[in-house]
């Protein structure tokens, strides 16, 4: 209930009949427009995690905080990123797909509207859209979505945080670092080095992010996006994180995913009627079973150290009396990795003479994604049998454990089956949402272009059409409230999907989706697959056969929305 409600439910006055409409209207007339009773939104995204990592959607990581958030709020089920990181910034930041808002791919401009590398100027951030209506607007972690991570001077800097919208900034830049010493290190615009020998990224993350909340003044609410790189390769943590999961994953790939289905059976996530996706990876073939058993000890301690960040979060908000009118949104930005990063071959140096130690110097800034050496000069050593979590290593958890990750979907990041763009989604709000609700799922589909329209729905802000002369793209999504109070969102649109050439649509239970099956003129329809998502989530059934009518009507849907979108064309002109 607004808090201007519960004021006028507050009062005791007693007042004779003639007079009531009168001392209301002028109460209501004295409470505040909006400033007290919207809430404060947070957003909370990991990184590179699948859709079962976290312990309340089955996972072996301890996460109590998540799992709490859960329990007194709702878990959605069916909720989609893009399947890449920074098209899924890019996304969500704006409430357009990834494309309409220049990042239809990575950092790198092709030439053509939806592929520029950087925030169109024909979209706005959330903090753009909020900041106008009163909220102050502050973002932690990981920018990700401009090409200019060294800019020459203030001009370079057009996309970066403060220049959309944010009044404060604390995180990189760039995409991808060391958690010990991340390149293009921000604290608002200028760009700094770790300021003690005991930082680590995760940590910086949550502590900035608590303190911003705790120097957040007046009567007006906030908005504040919180991105972690966690748990992104490298495999960096903490000893005492990586004690806790000592041993924990000697069984196989195998045994964990069944332990995972299970538990999501048991918590009624999925149906038992949905076949396993294929298992990747036999835990009989690795010849380094202690190697492989670190690289998930470290990875679920990566996911640990930020559960634990969020609490710090969740407590600064306690603290300043924010946490019942506070919705927290929890989600991922793609699904688990299968890169090999730093796994291949034999022990491998990035520096001419690693026996050599050349520290960097105070205030020296890390420039590289893969740094060359540790800031008190370690040579970062990568390949198979590198033990990971150490400042020096620089490594991934390679394709059987994401296959884990993903459980019980197919695929990973990079791809448009359920594996790459299933992302849990936690929904906490004691003012807003019903304690009838508390702990229940909602298997209503959502996305990522639905953040915006639900921070202006809740913000009671005015979505621009044009913003200094140059038009701003519709929002696309829909507002996600109704499904806090159990009811229907009321989606009227497909859902849609392309990244590198893998294509979806997704329309009530069926989806059509294709990999790799994206041409310049448009996707190759032979190699579509159809599923339907009520009865085989896990896509392991392809109906297209059966259903040519059905899908040929939603191809054309896509191919329509990929022109509207700028999804085509994909690749630069010729001349």
Request: hydrophobic letters at 35%; one cysteine or more; glycine letters at 10%.
């Amino acid at each position: 209930m607004p808090r201007s409600n519960k004021m006028l439910n507050r009062l005791k006055i007693v007042v004779t009949p003639p007079l009531v409409c009168l001392f209301l209207l002028t109460i209501l007339l004295a409470v505040p427009t909006f400033a007290e009773d919207r809430p404060n939104i947070i957003l909370i995204m990991s990184d590179d995690m699948g859709f079962s990592d976290i312990g309340c959607y089955g996972g072996e990581a301890q996460t109590p905080v998540l799992d709490q958030l859960a329990d007194e709020g709702v878990r959605f089920t069916q909720f989609y990123n893009t399947g890449r990181c920074c098209p899924t910034r890019g996304c969500l930041l704006t409430g357009l797909y990834p494309h309409q808002s220049g990042i239809g791919h990575m950092m790198n401009d092709r030439g053509v509207e939806g592929y520029q590398g950087d925030l169109s100027e024909h979209c706005q951030t959330i903090a753009e859209v909020l900041r106008p209506a009163g909220y102050g607007t502050y973002m932690v972690g990981k920018w990700h979505v401009t090409k200019t991570t060294r800019p020459e001077d203030e001009s370079g800097k057009h996309n970066w945080p403060l220049q959309r919208g944010f009044d404060r900034f604390f995180g990189t830049i760039h995409g991808a670092g060391s958690f010990y010493d991340p390149n293009s290190l921000t604290r608002d615009n200028t760009l700094i080095a770790p300021d003690s020998p005991d930082f680590f990224y995760t940590d910086a993350i949550s502590e900035n992010a608590a303190q911003f909340i705790q120097k957040h003044e007046g009567d007006e609410p906030f908005f504040m996006y919180v991105a972690y790189t966690a748990a992104h390769w490298p495999m960096h943590a903490r000893p005492h994180n990586i004690e806790k999961y000592s041993g924990q994953f000697g069984e196989g790939y195998a045994h964990y995913r069944e332990q995972r289905l299970n538990r999501l059976l048991d918590m009624g996530m999925i149906d038992p009627d949905w076949d396993l996706s294929e298992q990747a990876g036999d835990w009989a073939d690795v010849e380094n079973e202690e190697w492989e058993e670190a690289c998930m000890e470290v990875y679920a301690a990566m996911i640990d150290c930020m559960d634990q960040g969020i609490g710090q979060i969740v407590d600064s908000l306690e603290e300043t009396g924010e946490l019942d009118n506070t919705l927290i949104l929890f989600f991922q930005d793609n699904g688990g990795c299968a890169e090999g990063m730093g796994r291949g071959g034999n022990l491998t140096y990035r520096v001419e003479n690693p026996e050599e130690i050349i520290p960097m110097q105070p205030g020296e800034l890390q420039y590289d994604m893969i740094p060359r050496r540790t800031r008190d000069g370690l040579p970062l050593r990568q390949g198979a049998g590198v033990m990971p979590g150490p400042a020096d290593t620089y490594i991934g958890y390679g394709k059987p454990w994401a296959n884990v990750s993903n459980t019980p979907f197919r695929e990973y990041k990079h791809w448009v089956h359920e594996g790459g763009i299933s992302t849990p989604l936690i929904a906490h709000w004691p003012a807003g949402i019903p304690e009838s609700n508390n702990g229940r799922l909602e298997s209503q589909p959502g996305h990522l272009i639905d953040l915006m329209a639900t921070c202006v729905d809740l913000g009671e802000a005015e979505y621009p059409s044009e913003v200094d002369g140059s038009e701003i793209r519709p929002m696309e999504g829909t507002s996600l409230v109704p499904a806090f109070l159990g009811e229907d969102i009321g989606r009227e649109a497909p859902i849609f999907w392309e990244h590198e050439r893998n294509c979806a649509i997704r329309v009530g239970k069926w989806k059509l989706v294709g990999k790799g099956i994206l041409t310049p003129d448009g996707p190759d329809e032979s190699k579509w697959e159809l599923f339907d998502m009520e009865a085989d989530r896990t896509e392991m059934h392809d109906l297209a056969a059966e259903h040519p009518e059905r899908v040929r009507d939603m191809s054309d849907q896509w191919i329509e929305w990929a022109h509207r979108a700028h999804v085509l064309p994909y690749e630069k002109p010729k001349n």
